[in-house]
């Protein structure tokens, strides 16, 4: 008789790859691929998720490792007759989860999930560790009550509690993606700072394009400050 618990920790660790990075950094561990269904507006499609950790504390027990980032794969990322469509998203609990019409970036995953499963062929990376761009849930907690208190704006919010007004690298994501698929893609974004940090670590982006979302009487002000004072693409409704 096989003993299944004494085969699940070999099991494990079969599953998970260690990715290399810069000189001097540990590698990544990246586990999966785990088959998913996932719930679209055309009915449920079928992902391969993958979950990544930057810190290794335990190699010998991945149980023990805290979650990471993580990576939804639609299709197949080598198919010769459409460039994968990738979207880089950084977790937001309040519009994600929640729904807040604070911002747009609940609205923003599920579009970008759309156009992903429509085009075919993509990856939409969730990067667990970018709440509030970079600076964690309970600062920016603290930076919405300084908007709301004293009429900041969100990056002068964040610099207010001696935070940068973006503290997000997207260096794990490049190596995921290139491990993922090493070949160039179509990126789904407004800000200006993703394709150029990709490309600093080596991908190779064909194209860009805008992924705008909903215009709310409670998102707008935010939405005009993305586009004023952090360089994205504007649509044209507030241009």
Same mark, same amino acid.
């Given at each position: ?16 790859? @260690?990715?290399? +990075?810069a000189e001097g ?104 560790? %970018? ?7 309970? +600062? ?6 300084? %908007? ?29 993606? +290139?491990? @993922? ?5 179509? @990126? ?39 586009? %004023? ?5 504007p649509e044209e409704?507030?241009?």
């Amino acid at each position: 008789m096989i003993n299944i618990h004494q085969n699940i920790p070999e099991y494990l660790k079969q599953r998970t790859k @260690l990715l290399a +990075r810069a000189e001097g950094i540990p590698p990544l561990s990246i586990f999966g691929p785990v088959r998913l269904p996932l719930a679209t507006p055309k009915g449920t499609t079928q992902a391969q998720w993958y979950v990544w950790q930057s810190s290794l504390e335990d190699l010998e027990n991945p149980l023990n490792m805290p979650p990471g980032g993580s990576a939804f794969v639609i299709g197949d990322l080598q198919r010769k007759s459409a460039l994968p469509l990738v979207r880089m998203h950084s977790v937001c609990v309040t519009g994600d989860v929640f729904h807040s019409e604070r911002c747009d970036c609940g609205d923003q995953l599920n579009r970008a999930m759309q156009q992903i499963v429509q085009h075919g062929t993509g990856v939409l990376l969730y990067l667990g560790d %970018q709440e509030g761009r970079g600076i964690g849930l309970y +600062r920016k907690a603290m930076a919405y009550a300084l %908007q709301q208190e004293f009429g900041l704006d969100t990056l002068d919010a964040n610099l207010a509690l001696g935070q940068p007004a973006d503290a997000r690298s997207y260096r794990d994501a490049a190596v995921v993606l +290139r491990f @993922l698929c090493d070949r160039p893609i179509i @990126l789904l974004t407004n800000n200006p700072l993703k394709p150029e940090s990709l490309e600093a670590e080596g991908i190779s982006i064909r194209s860009v394009r805008p992924l705008w979302a909903s215009i709310t009487p409670h998102n707008r002000a935010y939405l005009n400050t993305k586009v %004023q004072r952090f360089g994205h693409t504007p649509e044209e409704e507030i241009m």
